[in-house]
């Protein structure tokens, strides 16, 4: 059973490749006087501000100076992504670029730069991209100051990889197989710190033999790799039938590869145990096909085996003297009730509509004027986004949501799993 | 089953902490006028040669010009370990130490240095210290060219862990324990290129729960920690009742750790899986005990549970038409025949037998003369060490062994496990 984390939804999209355009950062910091250190008894911080105020004040961080002064890490005051000015989401009018370690350090919308003696002091550097031992929940994090442990800080990402084809609910028919038709599995893998992905693996047989996959190699930079690698491998289709599951691991030129199994921690971060993808023979109207399950999907997009799997164990563990129909029958509020298939239907610029803690909002108005950019309303509209709307929205924020309240959501009709 | 890999048998052994003393090799190539490479086009290599002259050929290896040059790398030409001279063992007069990588590229009795635009031509610079991916053995390395291959090539170690106490064989009486009695585990961990181990976790249940271990650091050097990091855990005695297995895992600062299993490859290199030691509950004497088993033990000392399986897995493998006792029958041998517990008497320096290739030698003439110093032979006595003598000598020094014949190895009295 895997616990809710206080985490963002990940799912395997939190890596991203582009080519950024920029100022390096120690330019910056030498024309204002900015010397390396010699003096390696005292760690020295670069600390970035954000302009963008969160319900614990101000998003910030930092990293080493010596880091920052690096030539080789690239660090970069970025303007531009594939060749396009910034846009709002992705942090106008400036950002920061740090290659090969955990986004939350590339501060976007970025207005203050400070060299220091200490780490950022904002609440967000102490209590955001840590990894807590996995006996550390919440209450514990808080009370025992967890949080202030240097070791459990995130820089460098570790080597991780995922499957992009099959893709989630890709189907093949048993009618289009062949003794000499063939599969192209495809993914993605990656390493931090610049590390190059040296190998990447597929097993169809639960861990016993593993197949090696063809390598894209991007281009090095001063021996490093900042980008992701692609992986491909071609098998028979016919491989597939007696397999329940396609697992892929990477490894990287440390010799350090991906555990098995997923370790929870509070954050739900850095997590990169070995992606599977679920293998069905099912009928699908006349025809017997194949279909592939990821674990979960990017977003808010429902569907997945590991949410699946949680589902069925929350209802398992349901206390047994609740009724099945209590929600229905409990049901009181005089506001009007949506479920969650016609919400779905409002799901574009003309209309929008989004589920926050229950609630239904119609936002479409407000759109053009969101401060975080009209992507990112976009990309959940239709969807129940609570978690990622409370995660990162001021208290104020949340009151001028209320506005475009429209009724309550009615998850008495939906579907059973 | 773990098939039978062509090095060495490491056990957990493989990693050392000493005081090195030493000048730094880029003082040595500044004075001999190298520059660092300011083109990243082309990689340029430092090569070490060793005077040992082996099978084929003499050792030697390379790193690139960039890492030899890194003041942070902290690579030195050595002459000194522990406040002494270095012994013949330790690579006497002079050796590398290049820290967080591979212990191959620290070549020993250096002799020759140079810098060039491709890596080492030395045999063993290729046919050592690669990792190749597991469906390929030997045939089909040396038929396919895989040893050529620059992404198998080793480098940094990985993140890596061992327990050190309980140690193999040790017991504890059921009627030392009280509600109050605790034990307290240790071990080390380690990880490459200079990266923190972030944390250490030890598991009694199967990977259900992790306990959190106490970790005892040392000092970092520019940011990178070189040496092994101790860890401790004090847990109830009781703990160890129900429990079959005590695993240990470690993280580094690059938030990765080790895979649960082993994946085999052709050299036994680098596997960094979670260290378990086994519990059984045993009768001894009238005492009932726990009692502590290593998956192996270091050098050529008998015993581990992974030893155990592999002798159960072949056992089981053997072809049913073979009558187990054929080695006795089949026996026509003149020469005198010694049982391996004979040969295990003749274990000090006053006299040394050893074992290679089910030969019996006794060479305690030979040990104040082996070019590969005393100890050398010494940790050897009274055991086969076919392997460790196969893999590193010569020609040469395969035909000297014979002068000390002195019988066969008479295995038909091996106790039956």
């Given at each position: 059973m895997v616990k809710k984390t206080i985490g963002f939804n990940w799912g395997a999209a939190a890596v991203s490749t582009a080519i950024w355009k920029g100022v390096p950062?120690?330019?910056?910091?030498?024309?204002?006087?900015?010397?390396?250190?010699?003096?390696?008894?005292?760690?020295?911080?670069?600390?970035?501000?954000?302009?963008?105020?969160?319900?614990?004040?101000?998003?910030g961080t930092s990293i080493t100076l010596k880091w920052a002064m690096d030539e080789e890490k690239d660090v970069m005051l970025a303007y531009e992504i594939n060749g396009k000015r910034l846009t709002p989401d992705h942090g106008y009018p400036i950002r920061m670029i740090i290659p090969g370690i955990i986004g939350g350090r590339m501060v976007k919308w970025l207005n203050k730069i400070s060299v220091t003696n200490k780490e950022s002091d904002s609440w967000y550097h102490f209590h955001d991209n840590r990894v807590l031992p996995p006996n550390v929940d919440a209450e514990r994090a808080n009370k025992e100051n967890w949080w202030y442990i240097p070791n459990y800080i995130i820089y460098d990402l570790n080597v991780n990889s995922a499957i992009a084809a099959p893709a989630h609910d890709e189907v093949i028919p048993f009618s289009s197989f062949s003794s000499d038709s063939e599969y192209t599995l495809r993914g993605y893998a990656y390493s931090g710190g610049g590390r190059k992905i040296i190998r990447v693996e597929i097993t169809l047989d639960d861990g016993k033999t593993w197949l090696l996959s063809d390598l894209f190699d991007l281009e090095e930079r001063n021996g490093r790799t900042w980008c992701w690698t692609f992986w491909s491998l071609k098998i028979p289709t016919h491989s597939f039938v007696r397999s329940s599951e396609i697992r892929v691991r990477a490894w990287d030129c440390s010799q350090n590869t991906q555990p098995e199994n997923l370790t929870w921690n509070l954050m739900g971060m850095m997590n990169n145990c070995h992606y599977r993808v679920k293998i069905h023979v099912i009928t699908y109207g006349k025809d017997v096909v194949l279909r592939f399950e990821h674990p979960t999907q990017a977003g808010n997009n429902p569907g997945g085996w590991m949410v699946r799997q949680h589902e069925l164990e929350q209802?398992?563990?349901?206390?047994?003297?609740t009724p099945a129909n209590?929600?229905?029958?409990?049901?009181?509020?005089?506001?009007?009730?949506?479920?969650?298939?016609?919400?779905k239907q409002h799901n574009n610029e003309k209309d929008c509509w989004i589920i926050i803690d229950k609630k239904?909002?119609?936002?479409?108005?407000?759109?053009?004027?969101?401060?975080?950019?009209?992507?990112?309303?976009?990309?959940?509209a239709g969807t129940d986004c609570s978690e990622e709307f409370n995660a990162i929205h001021s208290d104020k924020a949340k009151k001028r949501l209320a506005t475009f309240y429209i009724g309550d959501l009615d998850d008495s009709k939906r579907p059973k799993l």
């Open positions: 950062l120690r330019y910056i910091l030498q024309l204002a006087g900015v010397k390396n250190d010699d003096n390696y008894e005292k760690t020295r911080y670069v600390c970035f501000g954000g302009t963008d105020k969160l319900p614990n004040g101000y998003y209802k398992q563990s349901a206390p047994a003297n209590a929600s229905k029958s409990e049901s009181s509020s005089k506001d009007p009730k949506y479920t969650m298939e016609q919400v239904v909002y119609d936002c479409t108005k407000f759109i053009p004027i969101h401060p975080g950019g009209t992507t990112a309303i976009l990309i959940n």
